[in-house]
């Protein structure tokens, strides 16, 4: 099986950075500015003969269900980029824009329609794209539109079912989502008209003086199917050659735009399936096709062609849909992990003296959580890159430019690696957003200032994690005066012990943020924090308050098993706040595998040694959370032989010895499979083994139990508010009223200070 030595490296690195942190550049970042002033960020760079005023570029981060029926970009999209532009990024780049309707079914649903925007219509769609691209020039920035030649295998396989039409690939490949589906091979007649429409696509792309195109040719899409011959194994005709269909894409586009026409195009230097799933790529039926992908010097010598045949400007990074973590890297990824595979490329392109057909040379983009202003700046003084890429930190801030360029770096709103907003709520059916901007993909409906109130109240705001803080500076920003009560000496609720893990670095940086920002409010007067304060009820009550708002967090699941009370047991969130509490333990079992469970594993195996199980009575580990994040974790998990165990109740407890019940059905799912995704609830797939109702009992032994089976809703102050009437104006927000995640919090709590 063939492997690349530093990819194999890398994706080791990936996973135990967090024990050899210092080595090498898997580290975490922080949100500082000892590189300040960004001399190389805010420097202009030339992109064919066009020049771009700084290094940093919007990725394409993608735009479902922001656009009307028609595909063509409403006031939603046009006002989600704006924001970025305005916000001093120096290259705009859309979401994905498929050119193969007619030709992958996977792009249509029912009634003829589709969640992603168009540009191949007609004139329609035509006056959307021409919006965006004038209203970003208005503020000095660039536009590239993204083109995909489509989904393939990595398409919606409903269409099998709502159209009774298969899913497409280059060959004979099982669809991503249900690998029980085959997806068809394509024509060589279609994919010339894949590319032609392409062709067609970039010169109306150029009509609408949007100022380049952007074809995504990484990930697995479509256009990767066809040129990595992991998935393309065809023996005839002209698309045999698995270089031939990106090579003509660029040629035909070339034809239609000209050779001023910028182009540029999203790859990976290496799947890296073989590197992440060693052995297991010759077992899985659903990998073991995948086994002949792009090496590092094929990769090379493919874009080398690609330049040749037209190509400008090149990002990079590794991984597909199969290993999702790699191009979505999660909180649990370290920082700049992509810079290694971005200096190879650069450095190829010096040593062969490469030039794009301009004369110029060919910007290579890093990618990969660079959201960190020095990071990024020491990314191009040590030549790993010529531009960086941002995608979720643009999410989080759009003036994250802005910011940098001005030294205010510590008032930029950290990214947190979540991915619920960015990513997971396009999959479940909405669309982008963002865990901690409340206005992302909002900007048309919140204005940039929250208008200031027409009668200033008196608000308490009880609890200060996420939601409650969002609140109180909201709230006070447009003149309210604000007290926020805290019953312990810490901002940050749950942020704060699930902060801890040095893979939660994301996190830790916002919890930082919401910490100054308080801080200042403060100092100027606008929140009056009071600290180690528990607010009764009838204290409420006789300061006569506006309005109460309870951001009070969840109480902890105590399951009621026999012998519970005498076991010994720790909640996952007290002994990440209290690590001494492990004592001399060198074994530990975790009792539920959601996120909390999981995570906490990872860090008691990884950065304490401690030999690891992990119960979970659902047949699928952290199910709900983003599959990049739940991969990534999952899959090292398993690498460093943490136990983990599905299907699995318990049933008492006897001193340090844990009894459960377990499904021990033949189709019980396998808790370790990271290549293949959990459906959203609303999907059924009808081909699925049905779990069968064998069950034995077992049993495991350890030295320290550690409960994660979640929290309920504290809505008791609330209640107890409502029923004594505490204020004119009360409200529950959070995890107290809905007991979820920083996402919905921080939503309600700015949908809620903007209108009190």
Same mark, same amino acid.
């Given at each position: 099986?063939?492997?690349?030595?530093?990819?194999?490296?890398?994706?080791?690195?990936?996973?135990?950075?967090?024990? /050899?942190?210092?080595?090498?550049?898997?580290?975490?970042?922080?949100?500082?500015?000892?590189?300040?002033?960004?001399?190389?960020?805010?420097?202009?760079?030339?992109?064919?003969?066009?020049?771009?005023?700084?290094?940093?570029?919007?990725?394409?981060?993608? #735009?479902?269900?922001?656009?009307?029926?028609?595909?063509?970009?409403?006031?939603?999209?046009?006002?989600?980029?704006?924001?970025?532009?305005?916000?001093?990024?120096?290259?705009?780049?859309?979401?994905?824009?498929?050119?193969?309707?007619?030709?992958?079914?996977?792009?249509?649903?029912?009634?003829?329609?589709?969640?992603?925007?168009?540009?191949?219509?007609?004139?329609?769609?035509?006056?959307?794209?021409?919006?965006?691209?004038?209203?970003?020039?208005?503020?000095?920035?660039?536009?590239?539109?993204?083109?995909?030649?489509?989904?393939?295998?990595?398409?919606?396989?409903?269409?099998?079912?709502?159209?009774?039409?298969?899913?497409?690939?280059?060959?004979?490949?099982?669809?991503?989502?249900?690998?029980?589906?085959?997806?068809?091979?394509?024509?060589?007649?279609?994919?010339?008209?894949?590319?032609?429409?392409?062709? /067609?696509?970039?010169?109306?792309?150029?009509?609408?003086?949007?100022?380049?195109?952007?074809?995504?040719?990484?990930?697995?899409?479509?256009?990767?199917?066809?040129?990595?011959?992991?998935?393309?194994?065809?023996?005839?005709?002209?698309?045999?050659?698995?270089?031939?269909?990106?090579?003509?894409?660029?040629?035909?586009?070339?034809?239609?735009?000209?050779?001023?026409?910028?182009?540029?195009?999203?790859?990976?230097?290496?799947?890296?399936?073989?590197?992440?799933?060693?052995?297991?790529?010759?077992?899985?039926?659903?990998?073991?096709?995948?086994?002949?992908?792009?090496?590092?010097?094929?990769?090379?010598?493919?874009?080398?062609?690609?330049?040749?045949?037209?190509?400008?400007?090149?990002?990079?990074?590794?991984?597909?849909?199969?290993?999702?973590?790699?191009?979505?890297?999660?909180?649990?990824?370290?920082?700049?992990?992509?810079?290694?595979?971005?200096?190879?490329?650069? /450095?190829?392109?010096?040593?062969?003296?490469?030039?794009? #057909?301009?004369?110029?040379?060919?910007?290579?983009?890093?990618?990969?959580?660079?959201?960190?202003?020095?990071?990024?700046?020491?990314?191009?003084?040590?030549?790993?890159?010529?531009?960086?890429?941002?995608?979720?930190?643009?999410?989080?801030?759009?003036?994250?430019? #802005?910011?940098?360029?001005?030294?205010?770096?510590?008032?930029?709103?950290?990214?947190?690696?979540?991915?619920?907003?960015?990513?997971?709520?396009?999959?479940?059916?909405?669309?982008?957003?963002?865990?901690?901007?409340?206005?992302?993909?909002?900007?048309?409906?919140?204005?940039?200032?929250?208008?200031?109130?027409?009668?200033?109240?008196?608000?308490?705001?009880?609890?200060?994690?996420?939601?409650?803080?969002?609140?109180?500076?909201?709230?006070?920003?447009?003149?309210?005066?604000?007290?926020?009560?805290?019953?312990?000496?810490?901002?940050?609720?749950?942020?704060?012990?699930?902060?801890?893990?040095?893979?939660?670095?994301?996190?830790?940086?916002?919890?930082?943020?919401?910490?100054?920002?308080?801080? #200042?409010?403060?100092?100027?007067?606008?929140?009056?924090?009071?600290?180690?304060?528990?607010?009764?009820?009838?204290?409420?009550?006789?300061?006569?308050?506006?309005?109460?708002?309870?951001?009070?967090?969840?109480?902890?699941?105590?399951?009621?098993?026999?012998?519970?009370?005498?076991?010994?047991?720790?909640?996952?969130?007290?002994?990440?706040?209290?690590?001494?509490?492990?004592?001399?333990?060198?074994?530990?079992?975790?009792?539920?595998?959601?996120?909390?469970?999981?995570?906490?594993?990872?860090? &008691?195996?990884?950065?304490?040694?401690?030999?690891?199980?992990?119960?979970?009575?659902?047949?699928?580990?952290?199910?709900?959370?983003?599959?990049?994040?739940?991969?990534?974790?999952?899959?090292?998990?398993?690498?460093?032989?943490?136990? &983990?165990?599905?299907?699995?109740?318990?049933?008492?407890?006897?001193?340090?010895?844990?009894?459960?019940?377990?499904?021990?059905?033949?189709?019980?799912?396998?808790?370790?499979?990271?290549?293949?995704?959990?459906?959203?609830?609303?999907?059924?797939?009808?081909?699925?083994?049905?779990?069968?109702?064998?069950?034995?009992?077992?049993?495991?032994?350890?030295?320290?139990?550690?409960?994660?089976?979640?929290?309920?809703?504290?809505?008791? /102050?609330?209640?107890?508010?409502?029923?004594?009437?505490?204020?004119?104006?009360?409200?529950?927000?959070?995890?107290?009223?809905?007991?979820?995640?920083?996402?919905?919090?921080?939503?309600?709590?700015?949908?809620?200070?903007?209108?009190?």
């Amino acid at each position: 099986m063939p492997k690349d030595k530093i990819i194999e490296e890398l994706t080791h690195q990936y996973g135990n950075w967090v024990a /050899q942190e210092g080595t090498g550049k898997c580290k975490a970042a922080a949100m500082t500015q000892e590189l300040y002033p960004y001399s190389e960020l805010f420097s202009p760079i030339k992109i064919n003969h066009m020049t771009v005023k700084n290094r940093l570029v919007m990725a394409p981060m993608g #735009n479902i269900d922001m656009c009307e029926e028609t595909g063509r970009p409403n006031d939603k999209m046009i006002q989600y980029f704006l924001a970025r532009a305005k916000g001093g990024t120096g290259l705009i780049t859309s979401g994905l824009i498929p050119v193969s309707y007619g030709i992958d079914n996977s792009l249509i649903e029912l009634g003829n329609l589709t969640y992603f925007p168009r540009i191949d219509r007609s004139r329609t769609v035509f006056c959307g794209w021409r919006d965006i691209a004038h209203g970003i020039h208005n503020y000095g920035a660039k536009f590239f539109i993204q083109l995909t030649a489509g989904m393939g295998r990595v398409g919606n396989p409903q269409c099998l079912i709502t159209q009774h039409k298969f899913p497409v690939s280059a060959s004979f490949n099982p669809n991503f989502y249900i690998t029980q589906i085959p997806c068809m091979r394509l024509s060589d007649h279609k994919l010339k008209k894949i590319i032609k429409n392409a062709g /067609q696509a970039a010169a109306d792309a150029m009509a609408a003086d949007i100022d380049g195109v952007y074809l995504h040719g990484h990930e697995g899409y479509l256009l990767e199917q066809v040129t990595n011959p992991a998935f393309n194994r065809r023996k005839l005709g002209r698309f045999a050659d698995w270089q031939a269909f990106g090579i003509d894409m660029v040629k035909e586009i070339r034809r239609r735009c000209g050779d001023r026409f910028p182009i540029m195009y999203r790859i990976d230097l290496s799947l890296a399936l073989n590197e992440t799933y060693g052995e297991t790529m010759d077992k899985e039926k659903s990998l073991k096709k995948y086994k002949n992908g792009r090496s590092i010097q094929m990769t090379l010598d493919y874009m080398d062609n690609l330049v040749k045949a037209g190509v400008d400007i090149f990002d990079v990074d590794l991984g597909c849909y199969d290993n999702w973590w790699l191009p979505h890297p999660p909180a649990s990824m370290p920082a700049g992990c992509f810079l290694d595979i971005s200096r190879i490329v650069k /450095q190829h392109f010096a040593e062969k003296k490469i030039l794009s #057909n301009a004369g110029v040379s060919v910007p290579v983009v890093a990618v990969g959580k660079l959201g960190y202003p020095d990071l990024a700046e020491k990314a191009l003084r040590d030549g790993d890159c010529d531009m960086v890429m941002l995608g979720r930190p643009l999410l989080a801030d759009p003036d994250w430019c #802005n910011k940098a360029y001005a030294g205010k770096v510590s008032e930029i709103i950290p990214c947190i690696g979540c991915q619920e907003g960015c990513l997971n709520e396009f999959v479940e059916g909405g669309h982008p957003q963002c865990a901690v901007n409340p206005r992302t993909a909002f900007e048309h409906i919140y204005p940039e200032i929250p208008a200031p109130a027409k009668e200033p109240k008196r608000i308490a705001v009880v609890g200060a994690g996420p939601a409650g803080t969002t609140l109180a500076l909201t709230a006070s920003a447009r003149g309210h005066k604000v007290d926020l009560l805290e019953k312990t000496d810490k901002i940050g609720g749950k942020i704060i012990s699930g902060s801890v893990p040095k893979f939660k670095f994301d996190l830790d940086n916002y919890r930082k943020y919401l910490e100054r920002q308080v801080e #200042n409010a403060s100092k100027d007067g606008r929140i009056n924090l009071i600290k180690n304060f528990t607010a009764t009820t009838d204290w409420l009550k006789e300061q006569k308050y506006d309005a109460v708002v309870f951001a009070v967090g969840t109480k902890p699941a105590i399951p009621p098993i026999p012998g519970i009370d005498k076991a010994p047991t720790i909640e996952a969130t007290d002994l990440l706040t209290h690590p001494d509490k492990l004592g001399k333990s060198k074994s530990a079992i975790v009792i539920g595998g959601g996120v909390v469970g999981c995570e906490t594993a990872y860090w &008691l195996a990884y950065e304490y040694g401690l030999k690891v199980s992990v119960l979970e009575m659902m047949p699928y580990f952290m199910d709900g959370a983003c599959t990049a994040n739940r991969g990534h974790l999952i899959h090292y998990l398993h690498d460093k032989g943490v136990n &983990l165990i599905n299907c699995a109740k318990v049933t008492g407890f006897e001193g340090n010895t844990v009894k459960y019940r377990r499904n021990v059905s033949k189709n019980r799912p396998n808790p370790y499979v990271t290549w293949t995704p959990i459906l959203p609830k609303n999907v059924e797939n009808p081909l699925a083994p049905k779990l069968g109702p064998e069950e034995e009992d077992s049993s495991l032994a350890a030295d320290i139990i550690v409960l994660a089976a979640g929290g309920h809703p504290d809505d008791s /102050q609330f209640l107890e508010a409502q029923r004594e009437n505490a204020a004119p104006l009360l409200y529950n927000i959070g995890d107290s009223f809905a007991g979820k995640r920083v996402f919905e919090a921080v939503q309600a709590a700015y949908a809620l200070g903007t209108k009190l």
